[in-house]
């Protein structure tokens, strides 16, 4: 720690806007994976000037700097492992403007999810990206990992929303990119690059996100299946009939027996997989869908089909699914949480494979996720302070992501690679296309300060997992 | 005229596939604006193994390469402004898969659009963009500029659509960007900076296209106001109903009575403004959402409002907006197509500036467009071999852009920068986000072999309108 440093940014932020005690700074040092890393400074900008003034101080002093929102991230994507500076950007929380005619509302990055939701909502408009973590995770942090969700099968993901951004450069630059037209080809497509570049290119002060009508009505349908296969065949087959599910959430058998043992729902412990299916749009056509997802669900050998009558109905079937997170904790304290996407059809063989390689590492492996859009959330339950043990999960791990690969998938449908998948990259992209990657990063940060040691793979990664047991 | 770049090639591609006559050659010298600059190679390669080869033999010899569609283009972006090498890609032009389960088409660049409609619509699917240019353009061009079209409105653009692909960049790597799940955060999104490059970043040599289920139905309405601010008040009145309707386009004054004094369609000449707004989705939303657009329409002043029975009539309601684009060249033998793009509430104070630019500068300037996205087509309608009337129109143009800009809008929602909007390049950006564009630029492209003189305003683009009377 400097003082010189400390001087500087207690002279940006205002003295109660700077952590330096180890308790304080401590808290900022983790998110929602397992590994955590201790920052030497946290600061709390307020607005684009803070956040530009920290940067160019960063820059002066050769310090990292780890831009964060909520901390829920689950690839580590901001925790700081090199020290340097924690920027905390929840201060930063303002709707700023609401535009209904144009479908527009603009945000800055601390603006917690669900909050957001609440808030469209409210004026009959629909914002649909909806990571599990909603209800404490924030924008800046959804469109940094490029978040997705339950809804993304047919709504599409934290990427399909964000329309223009202001962003403050490791330069120190304050740009603008894309605007308030849905249209809009001037220029490359900064936006997008940004989205889901993790914290690494630029920190975002303003957020312009489109918005969609509210759907006028919804049908949730629960449906246990005896055989994973009719869970598997039942997916194809309702979007063939030319049904795009608002959501279509699977668990699989572990996953189920986890929730049953905890919440006792009375799900039958012999099921090999639910699917919970969820249609939405108008009154009619919601309605004719829901029956006609229902009868699919039944000439697919399920044994028991829930149809929700109401509101309260449908959030009573979403128990279980929303349950499963909490609940698989019970087998083990770590857990971890990886989003391995395959190709839709690709599922039923996944789920095989995750088996055959829970058995090989001797890991429990209950999987669940978005069976719609092929982003699976095989969970590996271990702990952290065994050090063999996560040997053996950093194991797992890489034969899931070869799994993945090998089934025209992707390492990271909605967490990002952050820290926790960078060993693994390679796996993914050839050295060019890495290198391209870097060659990006260096125009936008030719210091590299912002948010170094994430999503390129390097020597730093080595022994990840392993080393868990000492933070 | 090198021989041994001309023996080079030829090895390459084959003797039928280069072609150097000075009449061949001319074929290869515009695409839909009205500059025209003469290749002094044409080559025609049928894999990704001969544009790479083409590209490494360019970057030995320091020619320019212009990558090229079916130069239906409306900025510019594929002629050879520096002469060197068009390189023709509609030779690749197979659908190589559709993978229905997953939603899924793989294509080559040279696939026309329209084919690509047909193709996937026997299949119960949809592929929605839809330039208006689709009956000849290609998906490789489409992808490049960032194409749009009416069905934008509801449905999004070409990069909405384009999960993944397969890039040849400048410095003869084969890359693979995105992939085959619509989750997809791993790494930087090489796609999207890809889409809308206008062909300065790379070639595209295999696009990986999401598809969606084919709408059940659609209901047409057209709609006829005395003033066009009954017109303008229409468009939010449908979306605040939460009514996003597949196509909603629009007409003035000047474009209704080319169209008439054309085609005698019995359109009154009197009317300020036409809307033609379709609505698709399931059978029986369809229906009620075309009573209430068709109700909205009435309470806004329209004189006439017109609900097609059928595809047929739904298809003789089209005819008017269709027409536009050949009508007014009655008026002169050039076409100006802009395509400034505002937020759609901004679209009655556009068309009131449009007319005083207009009359400023004494040139035709009918208006037509998108109006659900904002995205209008205001065409100055002169003659390229009057230089003097070409300055005033260069003039006309800037102003356009000064408006959009002004009004929170963008220099292109569809056509792409190209040439022909790089001289107003920095009515849009700063400095700064130019430096960006132009360093990720060199990041692909060190040598500035591909397509160069495009995007970035330079020397080489003053003067443009006016000299074109020497093409």
Redesign the interface.
Same mark, same amino acid.
């Given at each position: 720690m400097s003082d010189i440093v400390v001087q500087a940014l207690t002279k940006i932020v205002g003295k109660e806007n700077i952590l330096l005690s180890l308790e304080e700074r401590m808290c900022y040092a983790y998110d929602g994976t397992f590994r955590s890393f201790l920052p030497d400074y946290v600061v709390r900008p307020a607005c684009t000037k803070e956040v530009q003034e920290i940067l160019l101080l960063a820059g002066e002093h050769g310090i990292p700097v780890y831009p964060r929102g909520a901390g829920t991230g689950l690839s580590g994507g901001s925790v700081p492992i090199n020290g340097g500076i924690a920027m905390d950007l929840i201060r930063m929380n303002k709707i700023l403007e609401l535009?209904?005619? =144009?479908? /527009?509302v603009v945000v800055e990055p601390g603006v917690v999810t669900a909050e957001l939701h609440k808030f469209v909502e409210s004026h009959?408009l629909y914002y649909p990206p909806d990571p599990a973590s909603l209800k404490s995770c924030t924008i800046g942090g959804n469109v940094a990992?490029?978040a997705?969700g339950p809804r993304?099968?047919k709504y599409?993901?934290t990427?399909?929303y964000v329309m223009g951004l202001e962003v403050v450069?490791p330069a120190g =630059?304050v /740009?603008?990119?894309g605007?308030?037209?849905?249209?809009?080809?001037?220029?490359?497509?900064?936006t997008?690059?940004m989205?889901?570049?993790e914290g690494t290119?630029g920190v975002f002060t303003k957020i312009i996100l489109k918005l969609?009508?509210?759907p006028?009505a919804k049908k949730t349908i629960l449906s246990i299946y005896p055989k994973l296969d009719g869970a598997a065949d039942t997916v194809?087959e309702i979007?063939?009939r030319?049904?795009?599910p608002a959501s279509l959430e699977i668990m699989d058998d572990v996953a189920i027996n986890c929730v049953e043992t905890h919440l006792h729902l009375g799900l039958p412990k012999d099921a090999e997989a639910i699917l919970l299916i969820e249609v939405d749009?108008?009154r009619?056509?919601v309605e004719?869908q829901g029956q006609v997802v229902a009868e699919i669900c039944k000439s697919n050998g399920a044994m028991e089909v829930k149809v929700a009558k109401d509101d309260k109905e449908a959030e009573e079937l979403w128990v279980a699914r929303r349950a499963v997170s909490a609940a698989i904790l019970q087998l083990n304290p770590t857990k971890v949480s990886e989003?391995a996407?395959?190709?839709?059809?690709a599922i039923p063989e996944m789920i095989r494979r995750l088996r055959k390689i829970s058995q090989k590492y001797n890991l429990p492996l209950p999987v669940y996720g978005?069976a719609g859009?092929?982003?699976l959330h095989p969970n590996i339950v271990c702990n952290k302070r065994d050090p063999e043990e996560m040997e053996r999960v950093e194991q797992a791990v890489r034969e899931i992501f070869e799994a993945t690969i090998e089934l025209?998938?992707?390492?990271?449908?909605?967490?990002?690679?952050g820290l926790m998948?960078a060993p693994f990259?390679n796996l993914?992209?050839?050295p060019?296309?890495?290198q391209?990657?870097r060659?990006?990063k260096k125009?936008?940060d030719p210091q590299n300060i912002l948010n170094p040691g994430k999503?390129f793979g390097g020597e730093e990664h080595e022994g990840l997992f392993s080393a868990a047991k000492r933070d």
């Amino acid at each position: 720690m400097s003082d010189i440093v400390v001087q500087a940014l207690t002279k940006i932020v205002g003295k109660e806007n700077i952590l330096l005690s180890l308790e304080e700074r401590m808290c900022y040092a983790y998110d929602g994976t397992f590994r955590s890393f201790l920052p030497d400074y946290v600061v709390r900008p307020a607005c684009t000037k803070e956040v530009q003034e920290i940067l160019l101080l960063a820059g002066e002093h050769g310090i990292p700097v780890y831009p964060r929102g909520a901390g829920t991230g689950l690839s580590g994507g901001s925790v700081p492992i090199n020290g340097g500076i924690a920027m905390d950007l929840i201060r930063m929380n303002k709707i700023l403007e609401l535009d209904k005619a =144009n479908l /527009i509302v603009v945000v800055e990055p601390g603006v917690v999810t669900a909050e957001l939701h609440k808030f469209v909502e409210s004026h009959g408009l629909y914002y649909p990206p909806d990571p599990a973590s909603l209800k404490s995770c924030t924008i800046g942090g959804n469109v940094a990992e490029g978040a997705g969700g339950p809804r993304a099968i047919k709504y599409g993901v934290t990427r399909d929303y964000v329309m223009g951004l202001e962003v403050v450069t490791p330069a120190g =630059n304050v /740009i603008k990119t894309g605007g308030r037209t849905v249209k809009n080809v001037s220029g490359y497509d900064l936006t997008r690059l940004m989205v889901g570049s993790e914290g690494t290119l630029g920190v975002f002060t303003k957020i312009i996100l489109k918005l969609i009508p509210k759907p006028e009505a919804k049908k949730t349908i629960l449906s246990i299946y005896p055989k994973l296969d009719g869970a598997a065949d039942t997916v194809p087959e309702i979007i063939n009939r030319g049904i795009i599910p608002a959501s279509l959430e699977i668990m699989d058998d572990v996953a189920i027996n986890c929730v049953e043992t905890h919440l006792h729902l009375g799900l039958p412990k012999d099921a090999e997989a639910i699917l919970l299916i969820e249609v939405d749009g108008d009154r009619e056509a919601v309605e004719r869908q829901g029956q006609v997802v229902a009868e699919i669900c039944k000439s697919n050998g399920a044994m028991e089909v829930k149809v929700a009558k109401d509101d309260k109905e449908a959030e009573e079937l979403w128990v279980a699914r929303r349950a499963v997170s909490a609940a698989i904790l019970q087998l083990n304290p770590t857990k971890v949480s990886e989003d391995a996407t395959v190709p839709r059809t690709a599922i039923p063989e996944m789920i095989r494979r995750l088996r055959k390689i829970s058995q090989k590492y001797n890991l429990p492996l209950p999987v669940y996720g978005h069976a719609g859009d092929g982003n699976l959330h095989p969970n590996i339950v271990c702990n952290k302070r065994d050090p063999e043990e996560m040997e053996r999960v950093e194991q797992a791990v890489r034969e899931i992501f070869e799994a993945t690969i090998e089934l025209g998938g992707t390492l990271t449908g909605e967490h990002g690679i952050g820290l926790m998948k960078a060993p693994f990259v390679n796996l993914q992209f050839s050295p060019e296309e890495i290198q391209y990657f870097r060659e990006i990063k260096k125009v936008f940060d030719p210091q590299n300060i912002l948010n170094p040691g994430k999503i390129f793979g390097g020597e730093e990664h080595e022994g990840l997992f392993s080393a868990a047991k000492r933070d």
